[in-house]
């Protein structure tokens, strides 16, 4: 059981990343929002954005930032709340990305009388947009939520106009992780393909959705111009050199110009306040500084 | 104690003999007395700070806290507590119970369903439910809705019990060495046809089947306790009809024969509770191993190797022993938890290595 569970390994920090996208459900203000506990990271930073964090108790796993945020208790990992851990905190209401669950530990919350609503993902400027509406109606801060909304409008759309106008896109391979030379490449659908397509490039992978394994022969054929990770701090499992020196990546001509680009994984692929920031400094790597 | 693995009771009754029956009397009465007290440390301990006591006076009408406060007491004792311990408990015993049967089927006492392949093969069946179940699945998941999940981690226990029965049994004789590589076989047959499953999955499902895979009491719910508990009752209540014909067992299928046990009809029993025990428990909570092959090993140690003790002791000494490494489960990264399959790899690992490393020379396996 235990060899079965560690096969997913590589998958671990991809199934994090992606949720499909679904449209906007309007929120409706909390009854109660004075003991909040936010589930998924940037839902957290939006909270910061709006300067409600002093409502929020408790945070889960994949909220990583500001650097405060980690002073906050951990309730774990999204997708698996313990109900019991979640209600230790003394919550009034649960604020959850979609995808955070399970159902019934949110169910057995909803019973405990703590309000939850889900606010939608989707990986792209508007996405953004939209979880900061439906932040600001949740917690009532509608005006402060539009105030800031205009500012992260004004960003995306500087954004938009920088890379609408360049002629011919990088092509980037993302690649989630390389355990001992298999590479786990992003497919459409996730968060790392929104991050491509918002930094004005293309993702080379369109075959499949999702992150999977690529055979050594799709790499090259791929030919990338430029590779993308995230950067986790001195990854011993991925260095650049190793990276070079796999076969088929040394083939392509990301791997002779040694393009490999690496962002913290929150802030390249959270969707929350930082994305332009992140889609700026990717097309900055990619095409130079403007 | 180095005659408790040669597993020969009752066959010359004498003062040694008589020692141990009274020692497993007593052992089976503590056990009892340990579990009601696992019980109440299940109900009273958990991050959220909820008293029984509290509960128990809001419904006499004495309780010194707020309204809200003691609803939402309420609701944790009843809604998370209270199924969560009864699943514990089933479960628990559902796996060391598992355990104990396949290693007097087996004749062995290494035989575990984790370590031979039936827990692979329920895995198969569940992770069969969770990536097709909504799609080339559908019809038989409506059909079934919450108890597809159990019954397909039952059947996958069920086909891979009987085909490492076939395997290693050759004339009423089971070849050690036999079965535990068919048990590898089949494991990874299993855990192949899962990886094929596993590729197709959506990234959410995956993240989802890793933690299945970690095993988990936290989902417990009484819905859940509605679909897998009566098979793993059911299956405790064939386990407890079986210890005579274990205990005969024990000297070689020919001369239970000789002895009046039904052997086939035995066995078959023996098979179909392992596969239900297990297959439930594995649907309901994941992957939590290592309870089966610890449990019964202690307790065989400690009063020998008559299963009319033996499996009362091991029933309760298994959901006593889970109960336990759910309260830590929940309690040592609180308010998160850890998968609880985890801690129990964690004690009983080492405790087996113990088992072995003790035992190395006195065995003959």
Known sequence: ?????????????????????????????????????????SLTEIIYALGAEELLVARDQTALYPPEVMELPDVGYARQLAPEGVL??????????????????????????????????????????????????????????????????????????????????????????????????????????????????????????????????????????????????????????????????????????????????????????????????????????? | MTDTMTMQPGVRPG????????????????????????????????????????????????????????????AVIVNIRLPRMILGVLIGAGLAVSGLLMQGLFRNPLADPGLVGVSAGSSLGAVTIIVLGGTALAPFTEALGIFALPLAAFGGGLATTFVLYRVATKGGQTAIATMLLAGIAIAALAGAL??????????????????????????????????????????LFVAAFLSKGLNALTLGEATAAHLGVPVQKFKIAAIVAVAGATGASVAVSGGIGFVGIVVPHLLRLVIGPDHRYLLPATALLGATFLLFADAISRTIVAPAELPIGIVTAAFGGPFFLWILLRRRNALSW
């Open chain 1, 1 to 41: 059981m235990m060899r079965f569970s560690s096969s997913f390994a590589a998958a671990l920090m991809a199934a994090s990343l992606f949720t499909p996208a679904l449209s906007a459900a309007e929120l409706e203000k909390f009854a109660d929002p004075s003991r909040l506990v936010s589930i998924g990271g």
């Open chain 1, 88 to 290: 230790s905190v003394g919550p009034t209401a649960l604020l959850v990305l979609e995808g955070s669950g399970p159902p019934e530990a949110l169910d057995v919350l909803e019973g405990a009388g703590v309000e939850y609503q889900t606010v939608p993902e989707s990986y792209s400027a508007e996405g953004v947009l939209v979880k900061v509406d439906e932040v600001g109606a949740a917690l009532g801060l509608g005006e402060k939520a539009d105030a800031y909304r205009a500012g992260l409008e004004a960003e995306f759309a500087a954004l938009a106009e920088r890379t609408g106008a360049i002629e011919t896109p990088k092509r980037i391979l993302f690649i989630l992780s390389n355990q001992g030379g298999q590479i786990q490449a992003s497919g459409t659908g996730t968060a790392a393909d929104g991050m491509i397509a918002l930094a004005g490039a293309e993702n080379v992978i369109t075959e499949f959705e999702g992150y999977r394994p690529l055979s050594e022969e799709a790499i090259t054929a791929a030919a990338p111009d430029a590779i993308l990770m995230m950067d986790r701090g001195g990854d011993h499992a991925a260095t650049d050199a190793e990276l070079l020196a796999h076969p088929a990546i040394s083939l392509t001509p990301a791997g002779q110009n040694k393009a490999i680009f690496r962002l913290e994984g929150s802030y390249l692929l959270g969707f929350g306040p930082r994305t332009a920031a992140a889609a700026n400094e990717l097309a900055d790597l990619l095409y130079g500084k403007p």
């Open chain 2, 15 to 74: 003062r040694a003999e008589g020692d141990r029956s009274h020692l497993g009397r007593i052992v089976v009465a503590g056990l009892a007395v340990a579990l009601v007290a696992a019980m109440v440390l299940s109900m009273t301990t958990g991050a959220s700070g909820a008293s029984v006591w509290g509960v128990v006076g809001q419904l006499f009408g004495f309780a010194p806290e707020s309204a809200a406060q003691a609803a939402r007491d309420h």
């Open chain 2, 194 to 235: 899962s990886g094929v499953l596993v590729y197709i999955a959506s990234d959410n499902q995956l993240r989802d089947l890793t933690f299945w895979g970690m095993g988990s009491l936290a989902g417990a719910t009484w819905i859940k306790i509605l679909a897998a508990g009566p098979i793993i009752a059911a299956a």
